[in-house]
């Protein structure tokens, strides 16, 4: 049994050269889908502002902060997006929801910086600049706010101490006032100077206080806002890009699943891959099929018969000479194939002889050939010949004989001892023997007939012979001990050879004198090759017989 090797590249070429149109369609289409898709896109502009955050007083380091710094960027890109900065900002551009808009705007931090990229996306290229603009002011008076926040709380904090403390100066500068002289006094004047010194720390505090919240910079624009001159949605050449990204490997995948379920033989890749069958040979389908004959010797068919003739030739022994030809199912594969064989083997020299054992055949070997199809093959099994009259010389193939079916091809079959007796006397003669076999897919007799030859050939036909029946044969026909070579591809298109021809047939229809006496005379000729087996006397054409049969009158002439 042969194993399939490995999958190559080359097997995938095959499959994407069977069903290229299904992944150019589906690239199309997908890029089709992709120009819609940008041609009804609303287009999007966006304007982007720069702003370099300073440190405040409020600010503090973060331990374990992705950016480094006094300023956490990433806690000021989220500030940048809050709900108080969505509302100054809105406020500013006179707009709606400010949910709207904190949805349009987008905050990102360059590496190793201390920059917000304020960007604000709008239908139209002043509102994307104005969006911009607006978040990036509300997001600086909200950052001076919060640090002035602070300092006025910390200035507050040191004002009502510095009061308390005016207040303590002022009583104990009362009181002293009206002490007089002595130990008390001092103490006093000890703890007067304290609150004095004490207030004069506060004062300075709130000094400072003021002089920071004076000098607040929570930060600056370095980059203002542009007019954008283009929109950066839609992106023509990224969705174009996408879709392609989309198609080719979905027209990949179609073209996998058309390869895998494939229910009809259509390459040799099919044979090898799904039948186990190894391909002897493969006719082109640009190769025609113009006449109900073999091909020439230098036709393109010819050709690949030749080298068939040389595969088969090299895979035989000097004593193995029988050749059963097999098709898959009912048709002319197997004839087409067996006869273009035998002939090929003559041309080189052979002594062949080619057996027409398939009466299920569109064409049969005597046609092919030029010979008489009758006595033949069923004649000799039914003993009515002998075997040297049934078999005749190939015209133009000195080397080439023919056996036809016979006139009781379709009434007698094969049996194992009359095809056991048939092909040793043949092969005896030194000749190679090319058997032409019923279909394995409604008979047995390719069966018993490869039981008695020494290699067997199956016919294939691409787009009509299914891949379930194929394998099924190739399994009937390794089953037996006749080693099976492989198969021989033929395309679907046949041409002359798909067609039967029909028996040349008479009918007369005479009509008698107004009498009312009407006659149907039928006129059949009967050629020889369909005379039935118990009728046959001679092997010549009978002649023509007539039969007279009454015609029932009609109700008019009645």
């Known amino acids: 049994m042969r194993t399939p090797a490995a999958r190559t590249l080359a097997d995938y070429g095959v499959i994407v050269r ?126 001076q706010s919060g640090a002035t926040a602070s300092l006025d709380s910390a200035i507050a904090t040191a004002t009502v101490g510095l009061d308390t403390l005016n207040t303590e100066i002022t009583a104990a500068e009362n009181e002293l006032s009206r002490m007089d002289s002595g130990d008390n006094r001092s103490d006093l004047e000890t703890e007067l100077d304290e609150l004095r010194r004490q207030a004069g720390e506060l004062e300075a505090e709130i000094a400072g206080l003021e002089a920071q919240e004076g000098a607040i910079t929570p930060g600056r624009v370095i980059n203002e806002a542009s007019v954008p001159l283009a929109p950066v949605s839609p992106n023509a050449l990224f969705n174009l890009a996408a879709a392609l990204g989309l198609g080719l490997p979905l027209g990949f995948i179609l073209a996998w699943a058309r ?125 009515r010949v002998d075997l040297a009259v049934a078999t005749q010389a190939a015209p133009r193939q000195p080397s080439l004989n023919v056996i036809g079916p016979g006139a009781a091809a379709r009434a007698t079959g094969p049996t194992s001892e009359a095809a056991a007796e048939t092909f040793s006397k043949l092969a005896e003669a030194g000749r190679f023997v090319i058997v032409d076999a019923p279909p394995l897919s409604c008979s047995a007799d390719a069966q018993l007939l490869a039981g008695h030859a020494d290699a067997v050939i199956l016919a294939v036909q691409s787009q009509r012979d299914s891949i379930a029946e194929t394998a099924a044969a190739a399994v009937a026909m390794r089953q037996i001990d006749t080693p099976l070579l492989g198969a021989v591809l033929l395309p679907g298109a046949l041409g002359p050879m798909n067609t039967v021809p029909m028996p040349a047939a008479r009918r007369e229809i005479d009509r008698a004198d107004a009498t009312g006496d009407t006659t149907l005379r039928l006129t059949t000729r009967v050629s020889a090759d369909e005379t039935p087996t118990d009728s046959l006397g001679t092997v010549e054409d009978q002649e023509a017989t007539t039969q007279v049969m009454p015609v029932v009158p009609s109700v008019e002439s009645r």
């Open 18 to 143: 069977r069903s290229w149109w299904l992944i150019v369609g589906t690239v199309t289409a997908a890029l089709t889908a992709g120009f819609a898709y940008t041609a009804l896109s609303e287009e999007v502009y966006e304007s982007t502002s720069s702003v370099l955050v300073l440190p405040t007083a409020s600010d503090t380091a973060v331990t374990g902060a992705r950016t480094a710094g006094q300023v956490n960027l990433d806690t000021e890109a989220q500030l940048v997006k809050s709900t108080e900065v969505a509302v100054a900002a809105a406020e500013a551009l006179d707009a709606g929801a400010p949910d709207e808009l904190v949805s349009q705007v987008s905050v990102t931090v360059p590496p190793n910086t201390a920059v917000l990229e304020i960007a604000f996306r709008a239908g139209d290229p002043e509102a994307a600049q104005a969006g911009s603009i607006a978040f990036s002011e509300a997001y600086l008076d909200h950052r």
């Open 259 to 383: 390869h895998r379920l494939a229910r009809k033989v259509a390459y040799p890749t099919d044979l090898a891959e799904r039948c186990e069958l190894d391909v002897l040979a493969s006719v082109p389908p640009a190769v025609k099929f113009q006449r109900r004959e073999v091909f020439g010797a230098y036709s393109p068919g010819g050709r690949v018969f030749a080298q068939l003739r040389n595969v088969v030739a090299s895979q035989l022994t000097h004593e193995q000479r029988v050749i059963v030809v097999a098709g898959v199912a009912p048709g002319p594969a197997a004839s087409v194939v067996a006869a273009n064989l035998a002939t090929a083997m003559a041309r080189a020299g052979d002594r062949a002889t080619a057996v027409a054992a398939n009466p299920s055949t569109t064409v049969g070997l005597p046609e092919l050939f030029g010979t008489e199809p009758v006595p033949g093959l069923a004649d000799v099994w039914s003993g």
